[in-house]
């Protein structure tokens, strides 16, 4: 398989992690750097016409695109260990903590949005930022209050063992420090994404230690 990768994705961090979790190393990967535009080259658009990271590009032809969708695969192929819990109930928390991500924090603050309000509508970098403190608080405070209240959060977001929850919420959690916004508010937040960070899994997929980092 050969994984489309750029370092400074969260989307394309969270497949990072599910591959190391599930101990899977692509046999190539190619960068797409964002910020250059290269997501915008046709040979890039002709795989994946979003213009979008990641892809993953399996043996056979088939492409795949959408963090989630992705990492769903890898966890239906390689099941062990498993990345949803057993039962119907504990998939569908899970799943419900992902999307509140990956659906309402993420798509407001992705570069061709922060790049849509700077350039296209003229708003200065400090409501730029202003924009993305707020969505990130507005989702991270409803994080905090479920993760620090429900009787299934454990030492990850869902007992014990690390699921599609924490492989979405660490990446989340970095660009919210990348971004310097105030995370002292959060502390289930933090406590869960300090046990995280600590699994190698987690620590190989950081941005930083990306082949392609700046």
Not at 51 to 73: M, R
Not at 89 to 98: D, E, K, P, T
Not at 119 to 132: A, E, I
Not at 140 to 156: D, I, N, Q, S, V
């Amino acid at each position: 398989m050969k994984l489309y990768d750029y370092y400074r994705s969260s989307a394309a961090y969270r497949v990072r992690i599910a591959l190391n979790l599930k101990g899977i190393r692509p046999d190539e990967r190619s960068f797409v750097h964002l910020r250059m535009g290269n997501q915008r080259a046709q040979d890039y658009l002709a795989l994946n016409p979003q213009g979008l990271v990641p892809a993953l590009a399996l043996d056979g032809g088939a492409v795949l695109t959408q963090s989630l969708a992705i990492i769903e695969y890898l966890d239906e192929t390689h099941p062990s260990p498993a990345l949803l819990p057993d039962d119907p109930a504990g998939r569908a928390r899970v799943r419900s903590l992902a999307l509140t991500i990956a659906c309402e924090i993420h798509p407001l603050n992705n570069l061709r949005v922060l790049n849509y309000l700077t350039g296209t509508l003229g708003v200065s970098n400090g409501q730029k930022d202003g924009w993305y403190r707020y969505w990130v608080d507005v989702g991270f405070e409803a994080l905090e209050k479920r993760l620090a209240r429900e009787a299934e959060t454990g030492r990850y977001c869902h007992g014990d063992t690390p699921t599609l929850a924490d492989i979405f919420l660490v990446p989340q959690v970095a660009n919210a420090r990348r971004f310097s916004i105030d995370l002292s508010p959060y502390p289930t937040l933090t406590r869960i994404d300090a046990a995280c960070c600590a699994l190698p899994a987690f620590a190989e997929a950081a941005p930083a230690r990306q082949p392609d980092a700046e």
